[in-house]
């Protein structure tokens, strides 16, 4: 199942990116601009919305959600080592169960801190600047780009 869902993930996000990429590129006094004409501001603008919730809300909340859940499991492992435990290895048991709580804790709060501030620096870094998408994108704007000048 994990490795059907790693398979969907790099398809799905190729075939979005070259239909995005495909429908908006043109050739213009010789350079390739690449997401640049979409059929009207309210389609740009659906895009922009879209690509916000799906590539950098939708993401935040899987990384809380999952790292709540290891969260959940770590204090329900707690208590019933509380519960079963009674005398010195018991404490030592708890202080190593909330060493892992809050290591949990950090991390989440790493993890997602982390992506937040770099996804939103690269994307307004780009935007501001005019720059293109790297990586896949520019592979499907460089064949677009390519077909339509030859």
Known sequence: MIYS???????AGIFVAAAVTASTTAVVNGVCHARRFFESPAAQKAFGVWNFLSFYLVILLIFVYCYGRVLVVVRRQARVMAAHGGGHGSNTAQGHLNKIQTSVIK???????TFATSTTVASSHRNLSGMKRTTIYSKFCIL???QEQH
Request: hydrophobic share 75%.
């Open 5 to 11: 869902a790693i398979a969907f993930a790099w398809i």
């Open 144 to 146: 677009k780009c390519f």
């Open 107 to 113: 991390t989440m709060i790493l993890v997602c801190v």
